[in-house]
C-alpha cells in the first residue's frame, strides 16, 4: 500500500487515513519501488495468497481504489448498476458489485473491445457511446427509469454529464475518477441532481479503518477466491528494471500505452 498516514491528525484519528493532510506516499512524497529493493512500513505490506500471481499483485491498488467507490455509496444488491468508463479501474468497479449481488451491470465505454472485456468478466451488458441512440438502449435496460447506482470511473467531461442522466430517482451516484479539465453544467444538467434527488459522492484512495481497511483484505481474499478476475489485457507491456527509461519514453505519445506497464525484476 503507498499510502502512510500520519496516524495523528483528525482524519486519521477518525479513520479517513486517505484525507490526511500530513501524509506520504511510497511513490512520490518517498522513495518508491523502481529499485531493486525498497524499505516499506510493515503495515503497508499486504500478505497474499500462493495462488494469486504478482502480476495480480501489482493490481491491488486498482481493485481497492474500486472497492472503496462502492463503500463510499450505500451499496445494496438486488439493484442495477452503471459504470460508466471500462478502463482497469472501471472493470473491477463492475465485478465488485457483482460479487456483492447487483442484479444488472452495464459498463459503458467508447471501445467495442473493452465491453467485450467487460462481458468476458462478468458484466451483464455493454452500452457503446459513440453510437447515437446509446441513451435509449440505456434506459430500455433499466424499462426507463435509469440506474440505481451510478459509478464514474473515466474522469472525463462527457462521462461526468452521462453520470447525471443515466441517475434513476434517489439514485447514488459516485465519482471515482479524478477529473482532468475543467467541468461545467448546464442548468438543466445541473438540475437532474434536483429532480431525481439523487445523491452524488465523490471517493479518494483506497483506506479505511482499521488501517489498511477491508478494502486490502477483501481484495486479496476474493482474488485468492477466483470471483475477482484478472485479465491479461490489463497489462499493455512488461519492461525490465533496467530499461525503464523506455517505459516513460512511451507515454510522451498520446493513446500508446493502453493499460499498465508493468516494471519487472531481471529475472
Same mark, same amino acid.
Given at each position: ?16 487515513? $486517505? ?8 511513490? +512520490?512524497? #518517498?522513495? !518508491?519501488? &523502481?529499485? *531493486?529493493?525498497?524499505? @516499506?512500513?510493515? $503495515? ?8 494469486? +500471481?504478482? #502480476?495480480? !499483485?501489482? &493490481?491491488? *491498488?486498482?481493485?481497492? @481504489? ?202
Amino acid at each position: 500500500m503507498p499510502l502512510v498516514p500520519c496516524m495523528k491528525c483528525e482524519d486519521c484519528l477518525k479513520g479517513n487515513y $486517505s484525507l490526511c493532510r500530513h501524509y506520504s506516499f511510497i511513490g +512520490s512524497r #518517498e522513495f !518508491g519501488s &523502481f529499485a *531493486e529493493y525498497v524499505v @516499506v512500513p510493515e $503495515s503497508n505490506a499486504v500478505p497474499f495468497d500462493a495462488n494469486v +500471481s504478482f #502480476e495480480q !499483485g501489482a &493490481f491491488f *491498488e486498482p481493485a481497492t @481504489v474500486a472497492l472503496h467507490g462502492l463503500k463510499r455509496v450505500l451499496y445494496e444488491g438486488g439493484k442495477t448498476v452503471a459504470v460508466l468508463g471500462g478502463g482497469t479501474i472501471g472493470m473491477f468497479v463492475m465485478q465488485w458489485a457483482k460479487i456483492f449481488g447487483a442484479a444488472q451491470t452495464t459498463v459503458f465505454d467508447i471501445s467495442p473491445e473493452r465491453l467485450q472485456l467487460g462481458k468476458r468478466l462478468g458484466a451483464d451488458a455493454g452500452i457503446l457511446t459513440q453510437e447515437e441512440n446509446f441513451m435509449e438502449q440505456a434506459m430500455d435496460l433499466t424499462g426507463g427509469r435509469g440506474f440505481d447506482y451510478v459509478f464514474e470511473t473515466a474522469g472525463n467531461v462527457a462521462t461526468m454529464k452521462m453520470a447525471f442522466e443515466l441517475a434513476a430517482n434517489k439514485a447514488q451516484v459516485c465519482f471515482v475518477g479524478t477529473p482532468t479539465k475543467e467541468l461545467s453544467f448546464t442548468v438543466k444538467e445541473w438540475e437532474n441532481m434536483n429532480r431525481k434527488e439523487f445523491t452524488l459522492a465523490g471517493s479518494w484512495m483506497s483506506y479505511s479503518a482499521p488501517f489498511p481497511g477491508e478494502e486490502w483484505k477483501l481484495t486479496a481474499h476474493y482474488f485468492k477466491a477466483g470471483e475477482l478476475k484478472f485479465d491479461d489485457s490489463f497489462i499493455y507491456r512488461k519492461i525490465p528494471l533496467s530499461q525503464i527509461a523506455g517505459a516513460f519514453e512511451l507515454f510522451k505519445v498520446p493513446g500508446t500505452v493502453k493499460g499498465k506497464i508493468l516494471i519487472d525484476s531481471e529475472n
